[in-house]
């Protein structure tokens, strides 16, 4: 019963966003903008699940909404393909390669600095990736509010498949790829959050495991 409640709420939320989704696409005729995107591979950690690296050519133009279902509710994140198009590209194509379903989020953080929970890893917390890393695309001028979704990395041009969603704020310097904003589902996160989280610094694994059962778009 619970799981046929979540999964009609994860409808619901698919349909409230559906017509914004389909505004949002560019006109008919009209020739997309593109950008070159280099993906390295990383032979000394190799792909955690099967994927391919991405095609090198990526849309940097328009938006596009991908939805999650997790075991605390779903949410939604639009991703914004001009401010990071390789990011975005490279996401959807690790949603559309079914990376991130049946994995798990190993760290969650509600410190007085740093307010957001992290997923992407396969096997534990910043281990576990798609066998390649690309470059960052950062401005300098990047802020983290609530609701915002960016990649986390291990060091300049280490993106893979690890992002982060600030559930509060993050108080941290300019150095990571913002890839949009969750734009339904927030109290999903504020679930989480109360659950608690399994360290006496409050950054750590979750009391409860949190599972993300199933990413898409549309």
């Known amino acids: ?26 006109p008919t005729g009209h020739p997309r903008p593109v950008t070159k995107c280099e993906f390295t591979p990383t032979p000394e950690n190799p792909a955690a699940k099967p994927v391919r690296i991405p095609s090198a050519t990526a849309r940097a ?23 990071a198009p390789c990011g975005v590209h490279n996401f959807v194509h690790l949603v559309t390669s079914r990376f991130y379903d049946r994995t798990q989020c190993f760290r969650l953080t509600n410190s007085s600095r740093l307010g957001v929970l992290q997923c992407g890893d396969i096997y534990r917390q910043e281990e576990g990736g798609p066998g390649y ?30 992002f982060f969603v600030v559930h509060s704020f993050a108080n941290i ?46």
Do not use: C
């Open 133 to 162: 890393k690309f470059p960052d695309e950062v401005t300098g001028q990047e802020t983290y509010p609530r609701g915002t979704v960016a990649y986390g990395n291990q060091g300049p041009g280490t993106n893979g498949s690890e």
């Open 61 to 83: 133009k328009g938006t596009v909404d991908v939805y999650f279902l997790t075991n605390y509710g779903p949410f939604v994140v639009r991703m914004d393909r001009a401010n």
């Open 1 to 26: 019963m619970k799981r046929s409640l979540t999964a009609l709420i994860a409808a619901t939320l698919v349909a409230a966003t559906l017509t914004t989704t389909t505004a949002s696409a560019a």
């Open 173 to 218: 310097a300019p150095n990571y790829t913002v890839l949009g904003h969750v734009i339904a589902g927030m109290s999903t996160f504020d679930r989480m959050v109360a659950a608690g989280i399994a360290d006496p610094d409050q950054d750590g694994p979750p009391v409860k495991p949190i599972r993300i059962y199933k990413v898409w778009t549309f």
